[in-house]
C-alpha cells in the first residue's frame, strides 16, 4: 500500500502540470479581457495596463513566468479586486467550500447508504420499489435544479430557513441538501446492487443458518463488502461536490470558492480562474488517493490491480 501511494504522490506535480498548462491555454485562448470590461477606459490606460501585468509579452514568455510563480505557491494578482491576490482569496473562501462539500458528503452517506440498505433487504417489495423511485427522482435532479426549489419551499414559501447567507448554523442546511441529496441518490443505488450481490454468497446463507438476525448480518458480515462501490464512487462524488458547488454558492450568496469562480468567470480575472481551477484540482486529486487507500484498507485484493 505504501508503494502504491507514494507512486500517485511522485505522479502529482506532473498532474498539476498538465492541469495549469490547459487552464493557461484555455484562459488566454478566451475573448476578452478583465480590462476590457471597465467603462471608458482609454486604449492608453489599457496597453499600459497590461504592459503592468505582463499581457503584452509573448505567450510562452507569460506561461513561464506563470509556472515559475506557480512552483513558488504564488498564484498571481486578483485583476478586479485589487487589495487582494488570489493565494488570499483562496486562503479566505477555502475553508467554506470544504465546510460545505464535508457536509452534502455527510448527508449523501447518511441518507444514500439506509435507503441502499432498506431496498436490498425487502427486494422486489414496495419498500424496494418506493427507495429507488426516490433515488431516481434525486439523480434527475441536479444541484442546479434542487437549489431553487428547496429555497423557493422553505425559505420563500414556508419561511423557515435564511435564504441567503453563511451566518448561521442553519445556513448551512439547504445548500448542503442541495449537493449532499443529488450524490445520496447514487449512493443509495450503489448500496443496494452492492448489498444484494453479497447477501446472495454462500457465506451470508451460512450466517443465516446459524439464527443470526438480519440485521446482525448486515452489520457484521454484509454492509463491508456491499460499501465497496460506494468507496470506488466517492472519487466523481466529489467532482460532483466541487461542479454542484459553483452554483450552490451563487444562488445562496455563500462567500466560498465556488462564487468567486463564477464572478471571476464573467469579469475574465484569468488568475483568479487558474488559482480555483487549480486549487480544486489538487484537491480532487488528494481526496481521490484518500478514496483509494480507503478502498485499500476494505479490500486488499484492489492492491493488485492498483500496483
Avoid at 431496498?119 to 427522482?137: E, F, P, R
Amino acid at each position: 500500500m505504501l508503494s502504491i501511494i507514494l507512486k500517485r504522490l511522485a505522479l502529482l506535480p506532473v498532474m498539476m502540470l498538465i492541469v495549469a498548462t490547459i487552464g493557461f491555454l484555455l484562459v488566454k485562448a478566451a475573448p476578452g479581457s478583465a480590462f476590457t470590461n471597465d467603462k471608458g477606459v482609454s486604449p492608453e490606460v489599457l496597453e499600459k495596463a497590461k504592459a503592468y501585468y505582463g499581457f503584452d509579452q509573448p505567450l510562452y514568455i507569460q506561461y513561464t513566468k506563470y509556472l515559475s510563480n506557480l512552483a513558488q505557491g504564488d498564484l498571481g494578482p486578483c485583476l478586479k479586486l485589487k487589495a487582494y491576490t488570489v493565494n488570499e482569496i483562496i486562503a479566505e473562501s477555502a475553508p467554506v467550500s470544504l465546510e460545505l462539500g464535508a457536509y452534502a458528503i455527510l448527508i449523501a452517506l447518511l441518507v444514500g447508504i439506509p435507503l441502499g440498505v432498506i431496498a436490498a433487504i425487502n427486494h422486489n417489495k414496495w419498500l424496494d420499489y418506493s427507495s429507488m423511485t426516490l433515488a431516481m427522482v434525486g439523480i434527475c435532479l441536479p444541484a442546479f435544479v434542487l437549489a431553487p426549489a428547496l429555497l423557493f419551499i422553505f425559505s420563500i414559501h414556508l419561511g423557515w430557513l435564511n435564504p441567503l447567507g453563511w451566518e448561521t448554523p442553519s445556513d448551512r442546511i439547504l445548500p448542503s441538501l442541495s449537493i449532499g441529496l443529488y450524490i445520496a441518490a447514487s449512493i443509495a443505488r450503489l448500496t443496494r446492487t452492492g448489498m444484494l450481490e453479497i447477501l446472495n454468497q454462500d457465506f451470508i446463507r451460512t450466517a443465516k443458518a446459524k439464527g443470526l438476525s438480519t440485521w446482525t448480518i448486515i452489520r457484521k458480515h454484509a454492509l463491508k463488502g456491499a460499501l465497496l462501490p460506494v468507496v470506488n464512487y466517492l472519487g466523481p462524488a466529489l467532482a460532483s461536490v466541487m461542479a454542484g458547488s459553483f452554483v450552490v454558492e451563487t444562488i445562496f450568496s455563500i462567500p466560498g470558492i465556488g462564487r468567486h469562480f463564477v464572478n471571476a468567470a464573467f469579469n475574465r480575472d484569468e488568475y483568479l480562474v487558474l488559482g480555483s481551477v487549480i486549487f480544486f484540482s489538487f484537491l480532487l486529486i488528494i481526496m481521490n488517493l484518500v478514496v483509494d487507500i480507503i478502498q485499500l484498507a476494505i479490500d486488499p485484493r484492489a492492491r493488485k490491480s492498483k500496483s
